[in-house]
Nanobody
Framework: AVQLVASGGDSVQTGGSLRLSCEVSGYLPRPFCMAWFRQFDGKSRERVIAIDNNDRTSQILSVKGRFTVSRDGAKNIMYLQMNNVKSEDAGQYFC??????????????????????WSQGTLVTVSA
């Protein structure tokens, strides 16, 4: 079975950079969709950015130009590069994967289904 492990969460200053990793263990057949979500205290989980097996990507407006997602197929790792971090980027970050194409127009990229696999959270805190 596929498992995901998210890591890289840390404290970062406003305007700084951070890279999160999502390591995939097990085989993830194509097509697949992988994405990063985040959750702030007391708020619902929010999609951030997604990438599919063709390396097509999409992100929410608030991170456009600051966050990028990439995959290292050889290492089975998905990365989230966070640049120019803002206070509103703080929260628990989760990665998720689904053996299906991304539903690009959906608020969850189509990943809120029982067959999706989720990581544990990795915490990003932002200080002034």
């Amino acid at each position: 079975a596929v498992q995901l492990v998210a890591s890289g969460g840390d404290s970062v200053q406003t305007g700084g950079s951070l890279r999160l990793s999502c390591e995939v263990s097990g085989y993830l057949p194509r097509p697949f969709c992988m994405a990063w979500f985040r959750q702030f205290d007391g708020k619902s989980r929010e999609r951030v950015i997604a990438i599919d097996n063709n390396d097509r990507t999409s992100q929410i407006l608030s991170v456009k130009g600051r966050f990028t997602v990439s995959r290292d197929g050889a290492k089975n790792i998905m990365y989230l590069q966070m640049n120019n971090v803002k206070s509103e980027d703080a929260g628990q970050y989760f990665c998720a994967a689904l053996v299906s194409g991304c539903t690009w127009g959906a608020s969850d990229y189509g990943l809120s289904v029982p067959s999706a696999v989720w990581s544990q959270g990795t915490l990003v805190t932002v200080s002034a």
